[in-house]
C-alpha cells in the first residue's frame, strides 16, 4: 500500500464524536465538530455527523468550500475571523462566521445583502487567552453596530481560550461569558441563542459538574479525533486514541554508532546537534519528512525511539531489532503532527471502510 499514509478509523472518530455528544448533551451543551485539522475531509465530517455534532466548524474557507463541494449535509461555520477580502466568499459558502472586526462584520453585511440573503454572526469575546476577541468592555457597542446593519443576523457570542496562551477555561471566565450573554439581552431584547464557550480545552470544565450557566456549544476538534484533553493531553476515558495513524516505509536500515564524527557545526534546520553516544544501534530511515509531519507530534511504539528528522527523513533507534528494507511502522500523531500530514499532498489518507454497524 503507498506510504507515508494515514490510516483513518470513521468508525472510531464516529464513536468520539458520539460520546462527547452524549457527555455533553446532558450538560445542555451541543456540539460543532471542527474539521480544519482534517482539510476538510468529507468522510470525516461525514463521521462526525453521524456522531451527533450539530454543525461543523473551520478556520478556513477552502475548506468550508471543499466541503460544500463535496455535499455535506451540515450547516458549517466559518471559526476563524474572516479575511476583509474574502467576505463575498464567507457570505456564499458559510452560514455563519465568528467575528472581532466591525470593518469586517460590514463587509460581510454588504455582501450578504447584495446576494439576497442573511448571514449569520458570532461575536468573539478576548477572556484572558490574547488570541482573538473583543474587549469585554467593548463588546456592548460592537452588538449595537453589529444589529444596525442588514442582511445579517446576530446569533450569539464565543470565547476560545487554551490557545494561544493556556489560558484554562474555569468557573470564572466561563461565569463571565454568562454575564455578558445576560447583560447583552438585558440591553438589547434579543436573545442570543448561541454562547459557544470554547474548544476541547473545555472538556474538563463542562463536564466536571460545575454551572454550565449559558454555554451552549462547544468546538470540538482535537478530542474528537485524537481522544485526548489538549490540556495535559491525556487520553479522555472511553475515546478512542488511534482513530488516526501515521504510516511510513524504512528506506534504509543500518547498524551504525549513535554519535556522528568529524567537525560539527548547525545542522539543516539550524539547530546544534545531538551528540548522545548510545553505542551502536540499528539506525533506520523512514521516508516521511518535517515537510510531512512535526517530527516532536509522532508517539512510536515499544522499542522504537525518533532520533530525528530532516525535510524528507524521519531517524529512529530500532534498538537491537532488525527491521528490513520496505518494511512499515505506524506511529500515533499528536495535533500538529496531523495538522501537516494531513495538509502534505505527499501523505496519503486512506479511510477504512465502514463496518456493517447497526445505526445506534
Ligand atoms: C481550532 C479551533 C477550535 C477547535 O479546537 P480543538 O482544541 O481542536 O477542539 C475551536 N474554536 C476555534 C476558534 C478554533 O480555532
Wanted: proline residues 5%; aromatic residues 2%.
Amino acid at each position: 500500500m503507498t506510504a507515508p499514509r494515514l490510516e483513518i478509523d470513521l468508525d472510531k472518530i464516529h464513536h468520539n464524536a458520539r460520546r462527547l455528544v452524549e457527555l455533553l448533551g446532558r450538560r445542555g451543551i451541543s456540539v460543532t465538530g471542527v474539521t480544519k485539522a482534517t482539510l476538510g475531509s468529507p468522510e470525516i465530517a461525514g463521521a462526525m455527523l453521524r456522531g451527533g455534532v450539530s454543525s461543523l466548524g473551520d478556520s478556513r474557507l477552502e475548506n468550508i468550500e471543499a466541503m460544500r463541494r463535496a455535499r455535506v449535509p451540515s450547516r458549517m461555520a466559518l471559526i476563524r475571523t474572516p479575511m476583509l477580502s474574502q467576505a463575498t466568499r464567507v457570505v456564499a459558502h458559510a452560514d455563519v462566521s465568528f467575528n472581532t472586526e466591525l470593518a469586517v462584520i460590514g463587509a460581510l453585511s454588504s455582501a450578504a445583502r447584495e446576494a439576497g440573503q442573511t448571514h449569520g454572526i458570532v461575536l468573539m469575546v478576548e477572556l484572558g487567552d490574547l488570541r482573538e476577541g473583543i474587549m469585554p468592555g467593548d463588546l456592548e457597542s460592537t452588538v449595537r453596530e453589529t444589529l444596525r446593519l442588514p442582511n445579517l443576523e446576530l446569533e450569539g457570542i464565543g470565547t476560545n481560550l487554551a490557545c494561544r496562551s493556556g489560558v484554562t477555561p474555569d468557573a470564572r471566565n466561563m461565569a463571565e461569558l454568562s454575564a455578558l450573554a445576560d447583560s447583552i439581552d438585558a440591553t438589547f431584547g434579543t436573545v442570543l441563542s448561541v454562547v459557544s464557550g470554547g474548544n476541547s480545552g473545555n472538556l474538563q470544565w463542562a463536564l466536571g459538574g460545575a454551572e454550565t450557566g449559558r454555554i451552549n456549544d462547544l468546538r470540538l476538534g482535537e478530542s474528537i479525533l485524537l481522544g485526548r484533553d489538549p490540556l495535559d493531553r491525556e487520553p479522555i476515558e472511553g475515546l478512542y486514541t488511534d482513530a488516526i495513524l501515521l504510516v511510513a516505509e524504512v528506506i534504509e536500515s543500518k547498524r551504525k554508532p549513535s554519535h556522528p564524527w568529524g567537525e560539527l557545526a548547525q545542522t539543516a534546520f539550524g539547530e546544534m546537534p545531538v551528540t548522545e553516544d548510545r553505542g551502536t544501534i540499528t539506525q533506520v530511515l523512514l521516508a516521511v519528512g518535517r515537510q510531512d509531519i512535526d517530527p516532536c507530534g509522532l508517539h512510536s511504539p515499544e522499542g522504537i525511539e525518533i532520533l530525528g528528522a530532516s525535510s524528507d527523513h524521519l531517524i529512529v533507534d530500532c534498538g537491537e531489532e532488525r527491521i528490513p528494507v520496505g518494511a512499515e511502522i505506524t506511529f500515533e500523531l499528536n495535533y500538529s503532527a496531523l495538522v501537516r500530514a494531513m495538509t502534505s499532498p505527499f501523505v496519503a489518507k486512506v479511510a477504512k471502510v465502514q463496518k456493517n454497524r447497526i445505526p445506534a
